[in-house]
C-alpha cells in the first residue's frame, strides 16, 4: 500500500501523456469493452479460465475425489500437482509464446485443455483421470496467463495511450477476478442441480464452449484502427497477431 500511494504520488498529468482523471477508469472501461476483441477473451478466455480454477480446483475436485474414495492426504497431493505445474512449465511456455508470437493460439488451447481434461475426468469416474483433469488445469494455466496479458496489451493498445496502460490492465483484472470469484457459485450451483459428476462435465463443457466462442471472435472480427476521444483523440491500429 505503501509503494502504490507513492507511485500514484509520481503519477501527474501531462498534456501529451494518458488521461488521469478521476473517471478515466470507467471511459476506459467502456471503450475496452466495444474493443470486440478485448472483450472476447476477457469474457470468453480470461473469466472461463479463472471461474473453473476456483470452482473446479478449489471446491469441486476435494468433494469429487473424497466421494471416489480418495483420502484427504492423497487428495492434498493431487492438488499439489496444479502448482507443479505452473512452476515447471510457466516460463517455459511464456517463452514459447512469445518467441513465436502464438499468444491467441495459446489461450485458445489453454481453454480447450481445460475443458477436454474436465470433460475426461468426468466420463470416468477414476481417482487418476480427476488428477490428469487437474494436471490439465495446471499445464493449460501456464500456457494461458501470460499470453493474456501479452494479449490484452496489444488489443488495447489503441485504449492504453488515451487512458494508460494501468487502466487497459486494470479493466482486463477487474473482469477476470469476477470470474475467480463466481467459480465456486457457478460450480456449486451445478453440484446442487446435478451431483458432482454431471458438474464436473458441465464445467468442461463450459470450458470448451468458452474457448470455441473466443476463436469465433478472432475469426469473424477484424483489428480495426481506434476512434477515441478523450483529452485528446488518437487513431492508431489496435493488433493482435494469431
Avoid at 154 to 181: C, H, P
Avoid at 186 to 200: D, H, N, S, Y
Amino acid at each position: 500500500a505503501i509503494l502504490a500511494l507513492r507511485q500514484l504520488r509520481q503519477d501527474t498529468p501531462t498534456d501529451s501523456g494518458p488521461q488521469k482523471t478521476s473517471d478515466s477508469f470507467s471511459r476506459a472501461f467502456f471503450a475496452l469493452m466495444r474493443n470486440a476483441r478485448f472483450a472476447g477473451t476477457v469474457i470468453f478466455a480470461a473469466v472461463p479460465a479463472k471461474l473453473l480454477l476456483t470452482g473446479f480446483l478449489f471446491y469441486l475436485a476435494p468433494i469429487y475425489l473424497t466421494e471416489l474414495g480418495s483420502t484427504q492426504s492423497e487428495i492434498g497431493r493431487y492438488l499439489m500437482t496444479y502448482g507443479l505445474a505452473n512452476a515447471f512449465l510457466g516460463w517455459l511456455f511464456a517463452r514459447w509464446v512469445d518467441r513465436w508470437n502464438l499468444h491467441v493460439g495459446a489461450v485458445a488451447f489453454g481453454g480447450l485443455l481445460t475443458g477436454f481434461g474436465l470433460v475426461l475426468g468426468a466420463m470416468w469416474q477414476m481417482p487418476m483421470l480427476v488428477l490428469g483433469a487437474i494436471v490439465a488445469l495446471g499445464v493449460a494455466q501456464s500456457i494461458t496467463i501470460s499470453a493474456q496479458v501479452a494479449l490484452v496489451s496489444r488489443l488495447g493498445a489503441a485504449e492504453a495511450r488515451i487512458y494508460g496502460d494501468a487502466a487497459v490492465l486494470s479493466v482486463f483484472r477487474l473482469v477476470e477476478r469476477l470470474g475467480s470469484a463466481a467459480g465456486p457459485f457457478v460450480v456449486g450451483l451445478f453440484v446442487t442441480a446435478w451431483g458432482t459428476t454431471t458438474a464436473m462435465l458441465a464445467a468442461g463443457v463450459l470450458g470448451l464452449a468458452s474457448a470455441a466462442i473466443f476463436m469465433l471472435v478472432f475469426l469473424f472480427t477484424r483489428s480495426r484502427p481506434a476512434q477515441l476521444s478523450g483529452g485528446n483523440k488518437t487513431s492508431v491500429e489496435g493488433s493482435a497477431s494469431a
